[in-house]
């Protein structure tokens, strides 16, 4: 709202993406309010929150580093939209210096989404939500059947398990019972499950003792593998200890898991570069200009041992060999059917379900 009353917006941006501009505007000039109250409603002086304003409007490169207490919270989506939102509309995007910068909570949490491990998403980036994306992975992985809806986030699926929906689960690389909210819920979850499976490289945590099969995983320091960062950048994680006792890879136990179930044809992987080979290829299979997809590291596909243990930190999209970055949306396209930008209509509200007493 205040971008837009001093007239600090980009005429390109406004011209090129106009779609959902005019709502979006609309509402945040009738409910954003003015500096005053949202100083009031923020408890921030009125001089410091105009400051601020006057800093973000007359600074041209822009980044807005926000994290977990923006991601997290009850509208977190929204806030999120919101600062895209301020973004797009005054030209801090697609150029060096400038742009929204998400940190993540975790390490490797953007390596984590990229191969699918979440949830709601499909491997590569893929939508689970799209039908397309899913026919596209589907037939990638020439697989009988595949899920069309969300799975169980982490919260939710520990109250199923606690209710007996869920009558298995195999937990990696994380520690739940110290981890997540509520752990005395965590706790009665797992001892009530039917089969609960750990893989950790400690014998005895909070979670292990709940474990009817404990695995023993690989540490950091024997891990083989890559890990990607927050500005997108691929890093060859090379081990430096060899494995202790009988410690083996995440990959080769899910893979022996998935033979047992009789599927050895398609988890016959000989080794670490096969499995990120086959990433690779995923992220470009059916990715083109009609509808292009952001991730793309199909150039980086191809590679036997010998290349990938040789490979350098990269910036994706890396759609060819040897291409080189570039800063993505620099030419004013994004990743939408039509390559514009999207701008959401956002009301501003307070968290839900909770007075100031509740959470001061």
Same mark, same amino acid.
């Given at each position: 709202?205040?971008?837009?009353?001093?007239?600090?917006?980009?005429?390109?941006?406004?011209?090129?993406?106009?779609?959902?501009?005019?709502?979006?505007?609309?509402?945040?000039?009738?409910?954003?309010?003015?500096?005053?109250?949202?100083?009031?409603?923020?408890?921030?002086?009125?001089?410091?929150?105009?400051?601020?304003?006057?800093?973000?409007?007359?600074?041209?490169?822009?980044?807005?580093?926000?994290?977990?207490?923006?991601?997290?919270?009850?509208?977190?989506?929204?806030?999120?939209?919101?600062?895209?939102?301020?973004?797009?509309?005054?030209?801090?995007?697609?150029?060096?210096?400038?742009?929204?910068?998400?940190?993540?909570?975790?390490?490797?949490?953007?390596?984590?989404?990229?191969?699918?491990?979440?949830?709601?998403?499909?491997?590569?980036?893929?939508?689970?939500?799209?039908?397309?994306?899913?026919?596209?992975?589907?037939?990638?992985?020439?697989?009988?059947?595949?899920?069309?809806?969300?799975?169980?986030?982490?919260?939710?699926?520990?109250?199923?398990?606690?209710?007996?929906?869920?009558?298995?689960?195999?937990?990696?690389?994380?520690?739940? *019972? #110290? &981890?997540?909210?509520? =752990?005395?819920?965590?706790?009665? @979850?797992? +001892?009530?499950?039917? %089969?609960? *499976? #750990? &893989?950790?490289?400690? =014998?005895?945590?909070?979670?292990? @003792?709940? +474990?009817?099969?404990? %695995?023993?995983?690989?540490?950091?320091?024997?891990?083989?593998?890559?890990?990607?960062?927050?500005?997108?950048?691929?890093?060859?994680?090379?081990?430096?200890?060899?494995?202790?006792?009988?410690?083996?890879?995440?990959?080769?136990?899910?893979?022996?898991?998935?033979?047992?179930?009789?599927?050895?044809?398609?988890?016959?992987?000989?080794?670490?570069?096969?499995?990120?080979?086959?990433?690779?290829?995923?992220?470009?299979?059916?990715?083109?200009?009609?509808?292009?997809?952001?991730?793309?590291?199909?150039?980086?596909?191809?590679?036997?041992?010998?290349?990938?243990?040789?490979?350098?930190?990269?910036?994706?999209?890396?759609?060819?060999?040897?291409?080189?970055?570039?800063?993505?949306?620099?030419?004013?396209?994004?990743?939408?059917?039509?390559?514009?930008?999207?701008?959401?209509?956002?009301?501003?509200?307070?968290?839900?379900?909770?007075?100031?007493?509740?959470?001061?």
């Amino acid at each position: 709202s205040f971008l837009h009353q001093h007239g600090m917006v980009e005429t390109a941006v406004v011209e090129q993406h106009p779609t959902g501009l005019a709502r979006a505007m609309a509402i945040a000039d009738n409910t954003a309010g003015d500096v005053r109250s949202v100083a009031a409603q923020c408890k921030l002086q009125e001089s410091a929150l105009a400051e601020f304003y006057r800093l973000w409007a007359r600074t041209d490169r822009v980044i807005t580093a926000f994290s977990m207490g923006v991601n997290q919270s009850s509208a977190g989506t929204d806030k999120v939209n919101s600062i895209i939102n301020c973004h797009l509309l005054s030209g801090r995007i697609g150029k060096s210096g400038a742009g929204p910068f998400s940190i993540t909570g975790q390490p490797n949490a953007m390596g984590g989404r990229e191969v699918g491990g979440l949830s709601n998403m499909l491997a590569a980036h893929m939508d689970l939500d799209n039908a397309a994306h899913r026919d596209l992975v589907q037939g990638f992985w020439q697989s009988p059947v595949i899920a069309n809806r969300p799975g169980l986030k982490a919260v939710d699926l520990f109250e199923k398990i606690e209710a007996g929906t869920v009558k298995a689960v195999w937990i990696m690389a994380t520690n739940p *019972v #110290v &981890s997540l909210p509520n =752990a005395d819920q965590i706790k009665r @979850a797992l +001892a009530k499950c039917e %089969l609960v *499976v #750990v &893989s950790d490289v400690m =014998a005895k945590t909070d979670t292990t @003792a709940f +474990a009817h099969v404990l %695995l023993p995983a690989q540490g950091w320091g024997e891990k083989d593998g890559t890990v990607t960062n927050s500005e997108r950048c691929i890093s060859r994680l090379r081990a430096f200890l060899p494995p202790i006792g009988e410690a083996k890879p995440d990959w080769w136990a899910l893979a022996e898991v998935g033979k047992r179930l009789g599927h050895a044809e398609h988890f016959a992987w000989n080794g670490v570069h096969e499995v990120f080979d086959e990433h690779a290829r995923l992220s470009g299979h059916g990715n083109d200009e009609t509808t292009p997809r952001y991730f793309d590291i199909s150039g980086m596909a191809g590679l036997d041992r010998a290349g990938f243990d040789g490979i350098q930190p990269t910036r994706w999209p890396v759609a060819a060999a040897n291409q080189k970055s570039h800063e993505v949306f620099a030419d004013g396209r994004f990743y939408t059917p039509d390559r514009k930008a999207r701008f959401l209509a956002i009301k501003p509200r307070m968290p839900q379900h909770a007075t100031e007493e509740d959470y001061p």
